[in-house]
C-alpha cells in the first residue's frame, strides 16, 4: 500500500461530508418529494462525486454514482417521483460509495465488491419498472404526477443517456441559480480544517495558562507596584479571553451527532414497520467536542430504542386512538451551565408493572422490594445492568445490553440519565451532561490543613453557623447529624470524618456546604470555605485509582496541587441517601442489584414498652424536647405550645399497650407535621438513624403496627404513624382530610 | 565487548538501587506535597512538577524497608513509566554508572518479600551490590491496595 496522495486525501474527507449530507438529504426529500432545492443539491453532491471520481481514476465508484444520478435527473426534471423504493435504493447507493470510499482510504484502491445487483435495481428504478403508480397514489401530492409520469416515461427509457449528457452539461449552470449554493463559498473562504489534535494542545497550553494566571494573580497581592499590577490585570482579561475563545473553537453544534439521526430512524423504522417521524428542537446547541464523541453512542441507542420499543406498530397506534404516525422529539437547550438532552416518543411508554416483574424474575430486587418501590423508581431500574423489557430480542435491541451502558457512558462524562413514562402516552429521557470538561469553576475549601475543590455545578448553596446558632443548628441522631434547613433535615456529612482527616475547625464557627447529589441534598461540613476558582481538571495517576472520592486534582494559583471531589461518591461512601447502588458493587450480588430506591431511611427508637421500634425518616418533621413542667393537658390529651400552637402528645406506651413507663425528663418527642397541624411521639429514647432496605414481615396482630423487620440484625416493629396519629388525634386527622 | 547500560543511582536505607537511565525524566530535590487522604500509605503525595501532577511514592515503604529517620528530607527520581510519570521518594541521590551486563545476575532468593518482586537483578560491582529496580513494577499498586482490603 502506497501513502495515499494528497488530493485523494482531500477527496476522502470531503466525500465523507458530502454523504453525510446526502443521507439527511434524502431522507428529508422522502418527506417532501417536491422540495426542487433539496432535489437540486442531492443531484449536485453526486454529481461532483462523480466527477471528481472520474479525475481520479476510481471508475467502479463512477459508475455507480452514474447510475444514481441519472435516477436524480430524472427526478429533477419531474419525470419521476421520489418514493420509498427510491429513497432505499439511493440510501444503498451511498452506503456502497462509503464502502467504497472506506476501501480506498485503507488500501490506496477501490474493493472488488460486486455492486452490479445495485446497479441493476437502481436502473430498473430509473425505467420506472419498479414504481407502479399505486404504490405513489397514498401521498396526494404523488398523484397529481403519476398520469403525468406514465406518458412520459416510455421515451424518457429510450433518451435516457442523452438526457444524463444535458444534465451534466446543465448542472454547473445551476450552481448561481440555488441558494444553497451561494452560501457555499462564503464559508470555504472562511473556514479552515484544524486537525483535532492541535485543538487539544492549545486547550492543554490554555489550562497552563489560566494556572499561571492564577499564581501571579495571587502574587500580585502583595504586591504595590502600580505598573505591574495594571499588567497582571491585562494578562487576566486577556487569558480570560483566550480561554473563552479557544473553547470556543472546540464547540461543535449537537447536530453534529443529530445530523445522522434522520437516517437511522427511517431504517430502522422500515425495518420494524414503523411509521415515525423525527423532529428536532435545538441543534444549534453547542457542546465541546470530546462531549460531543462520548454522548454519540449513547444517544444513537436511546433513539433506536424510541423506534424499536417505544413507538407501536401503525395499526396498535391507530387502535389505541393515536395517529399512525409516531414521533421521536429530540430537544437540547443550555440551563445552569448544563446541558439538557431530552428524547421523548409518544409510544406505548414503560409499563412499571412489567418492569417490577422483569426485576424480581431476574432476582434484582425482591418482590417486597418491589412493591415498595414507587412507580419512578422502577422504571430506573431499566439502568441496571442486564435488564431489558423488549419482549422479544430483535436485531436492534434487547439484549440487556443498553440503557446501563447510556447510564455508564453519560456518567463517565459528569452527566446524569433520567426517565419519565407514562404508560400509553410515550416516555422522556432526561440527559444532563456539563458543557465542557477541561476547565471547570470550583469552590475551594479546607479541611483538616487541605485544601479541596468542590465542582460548582454540585454546589447549592452555604450555610455558616456561629456562637450560639453552632451548638444549636446541629442535631444529633445516633452517629448521623442533621441541620434544619428551612424546616427541612439536612443530612450531615464531615468532610474530615469521610476523609479520615482530624478538622482543624475552631467548633464555635460551623461551616456548611449545601451539596446536590443524584438529585438530592447534604451538607458537607469544612473547616473553612475559601474562593472559587477556575479549575484544570487533571487525571490522577493510577496508584490512586483505589480512592474513588477524588474526580482529579488541580493546581491551585500558589502552584499547590489541590484534589478535586467526587461529590456522588462522597455522597455514597457516607451513605447518606442509604446504601447506593455503585458503593454496593463490590459487595455480594444481590445487595448490588438494589438500586438506592429499595432503600428508605429509618427512624430508631424505644419507646412504649417496645425495646426497638422505627418509623421512616421522611415522615419526621422534628424531633424535640419538652420539659415535663411545659407539659399541659387539654381535653384529656397531654399538650405542649409550640411554635404558637397547641400542640397534642401522644403516649406511645397506652397506645400499644405497653407498660406505662414514667417519662423522663425531659421528654424525647418526634414531630410529626401535616398540613400545617402538629401531633408528638413521647417516646424514651432516639436510638439511630439507618439507610438500609428491609423486607417486612406483615403482621396485623396489634393495632398501630405495620409488621416487623430486621434493622441492624435486630428485630424491629415498624409503627403505623398514621394510624397511631388519627387513633389519638381524631382532630389531627379530621383536620388534615378537610 | 559487552553490552554497557547506564545506570542512575540511588541509596536506601543501606541499600544501593539503580534505575536505567532511559526510564529517568529527572532527579529533584525535595518538593513540597499535597496528601491524599484514603490513600494506600505507599502514596506520599502528590506535587506539581511544572504543571503536571505526578504521584509521589515512598520507595521506602513500597520495598518494605524500615521508615525514613529524623528529618532528612528524600529526593524525587521522577520516572517514566507506562501508567504515566511517578516521583520515587529516595534517601540519597548517587552517580550515573556505566554497567557491564556480564555482572548481571537474577535476583537471590536471600532478598526479602516485597523488594524481590521489584528488583529485576543485581549488577555485581566492584565492592557493592547494585540493586536494578523494576520501574514499571514498583509504580503499580494494586497488590498493595487488595492486601489493605484484605487486612
Not at chain 1, 9 to 19: R, Y
Not at chain 1, 191 to 203: A, E, H, I, P, S
Not at chain 1, 493 to 522: M, Y
Request: charged share 25%; net charge negative.
Amino acid at each position: 500500500m502506497q501513502p495515499l496522495d494528497d488530493v485523494v486525501k482531500e477527496f476522502l474527507v470531503e466525500s465523507h461530508e458530502n454523504l453525510d449530507r446526502l443521507d439527511r438529504e434524502l431522507v428529508e426529500l422522502e418527506q417532501d418529494p417536491h422540495d426542487r432545492e433539496n432535489l437540486a443539491s442531492i443531484f449536485r453532491t453526486i454529481h461532483t462525486l462523480k466527477g471528481t471520481c472520474g479525475f481520479l481514476g476510481f471508475s467502479r465508484l463512477e459508475a455507480i454514482s452514474h447510475v444514481g444520478e441519472n435516477l436524480l435527473s430524472r427526478m429533477r426534471d419531474g419525470l419521476l417521483v421520489l418514493d420509498t423504493a427510491i429513497t432505499t435504493g439511493l440510501l444503498e447507493m451511498v452506503d456502497a460509495i462509503r464502502q467504497i470510499l472506506a476501501a480506498v482510504e485503507s488500501t490506496g484502491a477501490e474493493n472488488e465488491t460486486d455492486y452490479s445487483a445495485l446497479v441493476a435495481r437502481l436502473n430498473e428504478l430509473n425505467s420506472g419498472g419498479v414504481m407502479p403508480a399505486p404504490k405513489a397514489a397514498p401521498e396526494p401530492s404523488a398523484v397529481a404526477d403519476a398520469p403525468h409520469d406514465t406518458v412520459v416515461a416510455p421515451a424518457a427509457v429510450k433518451s435516457h443517456p442523452d438526457v444524463a449528457e444535458t444534465v451534466e452539461h446543465r448542472g454547473p449552470d445551476d450552481r448561481p441559480v440555488a441558494g444553497r449554493e451561494d452560501r457555499r463559498p462564503g464559508v470555504a473562504d472562511t473556514t479552515l480544517r484544524v486537525d483535532v489534535g492541535q485543538l487539544d494542545k492549545l486547550m492543554n497550553l490554555v489550562g497552563e495558562l489560566v494556572l499561571a494566571r492564577n499564581q501571579i494573580i495571587q502574587f500580585t497581592a502583595t504586591q504595590t507596584d502600580n505598573a505591574f499590577v495594571g499588567a497582571t490585570q491585562r494578562l487576566n482579561l486577556v487569558t480570560s479571553e483566550l480561554q473563552e475563545g479557544v473553547m470556543k473553537t472546540r464547540m461543535q453544534p449537537i447536530d453534529n451527532v443529530w445530523s445522522k439521526f434522520p437516517r437511522v430512524v427511517r431504517d430502522l423504522a422500515t425495518t420494524c414497520g414503523k411509521q415515525v417521524r423525527l423532529e428536532m428542537v435545538g441543534k444549534d446547541t453547542e457542546l465541546d467536542k470530546t462531549i460531543i464523541e462520548a454522548i454519540k453512542d449513547p444517544l444513537t441507542h436511546v433513539v433506536r430504542n424510541s423506534v424499536d420499543h417505544g413507538i407501536e406498530p401503525p395499526d396498535v397506534r391507530v387502535a389505541r386512538g393515536k395517529p399512525a404516525e409516531g414521533v421521536v422529539h429530540l430537544r437540547a437547550f443550555h440551563e445552569g451551565g448544563q446541558i439538557n438532552i431530552e428524547i421523548t416518543d409518544d409510544g406505548a411508554g414503560i409499563d412499571p408493572e412489567k418492569v417490577r416483574r422483569k426485576a424480581v424474575d431476574r432476582a434484582m430486587v425482591t418482590a417486597e422490594q418491589a412493591a415498595r418501590m414507587s412507580d419512578h423508581d422502577v422504571l430506573r431500574l431499566i439502568f441496571m445492568p442486564g435488564f431489558s423489557t423488549a419482549e422479544a430480542i430483535t436485531n436492534v435491541s434487547g439484549r440487556g445490553v443498553g440503557m446501563d451502558v447510556v447510564r455508564t457512558n453519560i456518567e463517565r462524562i459528569g452527566g446524569t440519565v433520567d426517565i419519565l413514562s407514562t404508560v400509553g402516552e410515550g416516555s422522556t429521557l432526561k440527559i444532563r451532561i456539563p458543557l465542557t470538561l477541561a476547565i471547570i469553576p470550583a469552590l475551594m475549601v479546607a479541611t483538616g490543613g487541605e485544601v479541596f475543590a468542590i465542582p460548582q455545578v454540585n454546589l447549592l448553596e452555604l450555610v455558616r453557623l456561629e456562637g450560639e446558632q453552632a451548638r444549636t443548628g446541629i442535631e444529633r441522631i445516633g452517629n448521623a447529624t442533621f441541620h434544619r434547613l428551612r424546616g427541612n433535615l439536612l443530612p450531615l456529612v464531615p468532610l474530615a470524618k469521610e476523609l479520615g482527616l482530624t478538622s482543624q475547625c475552631d467548633p464555635s464557627v460551623v461551616n456548611i456546604v449545601v451539596l446536590k447529589a443524584d438529585d438530592r441534598q447534604f451538607g458537607l461540613m469544612v473547616d473553612g470555605v475559601n474562593d472559587t476558582e477556575e479549575i484544570v481538571v487533571k487525571p490522577l495517576g493510577k496508584q490512586l485509582k483505589s480512592v474513588q472520592v477524588f474526580a482529579g486534582a488541580t493546581i491551585m494559583g500558589d502552584g499547590h496541587v489541590a484534589l478535586i471531589l467526587d461529590v456522588n461518591r462522597i455522597a455514597q461512601q457516607a451513605r447518606v441517601f442509604g446504601v447506593g447502588e455503585r458503593s454496593a458493587k463490590s459487595t455480594d450480588s444481590a445487595a448490588a442489584k438494589q438500586g438506592p430506591a429499595d432503600t428508605q431511611t429509618w427512624l430508631l427508637f424505644r419507646g412504649g414498652g417496645a425495646d426497638r421500634l422505627a418509623i421512616p425518616l421522611k415522615l419526621v418533621a422534628r424531633l424535640e424536647e419538652f420539659a415535663t413542667a411545659d407539659i399541659e393537658r387539654s381535653g384529656g390529651h397531654e399538650v405542649v405550645q409550640y411554635r404558637g400552637e397547641i400542640m397534642p402528645l401522644i403516649n406511645l406506651g397506652r397506645f400499644l399497650g405497653g407498660d406505662d413507663v414514667t417519662p423522663a425528663d425531659p421528654r424525647q418527642v418526634i414531630v410529626f407535621s401535616d398540613k400545617g397541624h402538629s401531633a408528638g411521639l413521647v417516646v424514651e429514647q432516639i436510638l439511630d438513624i439507618v439507610s438500609q432496605s428491609i423486607s417486612v414481615t406483615r403482621s396485623n396482630s396489634r393495632a398501630g403496627v405495620l409488621g416487623s423487620a430486621v434493622i441492624q440484625q435486630r428485630v424491629t416493629d415498624l409503627l403505623d404513624v398514621a394510624a397511631i396519629v388519627r387513633h389519638a388525634v381524631p382532630e389531627f386527622q379530621a383536620d388534615s382530610a378537610a | 565487548m559487552t553490552s554497557q547500560k547506564q545506570f542512575s543511582t540511588f541509596v536506601l536505607d543501606d541499600l544501593y538501587f539503580g534505575v536505567e537511565v532511559l526510564n529517568v525524566q529527572e532527579v529533584i530535590r525535595y518538593q513540597d506535597m499535597t496528601r491524599v487522604p484514603l490513600a494506600p500509605n505507599v502514596v506520599q503525595g502528590l506535587i506539581n512538577l511544572r504543571g503536571q501532577i505526578v504521584t509521589a511514592i515512598d520507595l521506602r515503604r513500597r520495598l518494605g524497608l524500615p521508615e525514613r529517620q529524623g528529618d532528612v528530607r528524600p529526593m524525587n527520581v521522577v520516572v517514566r513509566t507506562t501508567d504515566g510519570v511517578v516521583s520515587l521518594l529516595v534517601d540519597e541521590i548517587g552517580d550515573v554508572l556505566e554497567v557491564d551486563e556480564a555482572d548481571f545476575e537474577r535476583a537471590p532468593e536471600t532478598i526479602s518479600g516485597a523488594a524481590r518482586a521489584l528488583v529485576t537483578g543485581v549488577y555485581k560491582l566492584k565492592g557493592r551490590l547494585l540493586l536494578a529496580l523494576d520501574v514499571e513494577q514498583t509504580a503499580v499498586l494494586e497488590g498493595d491496595v487488595a492486601a489493605e482490603r484484605r487486612n
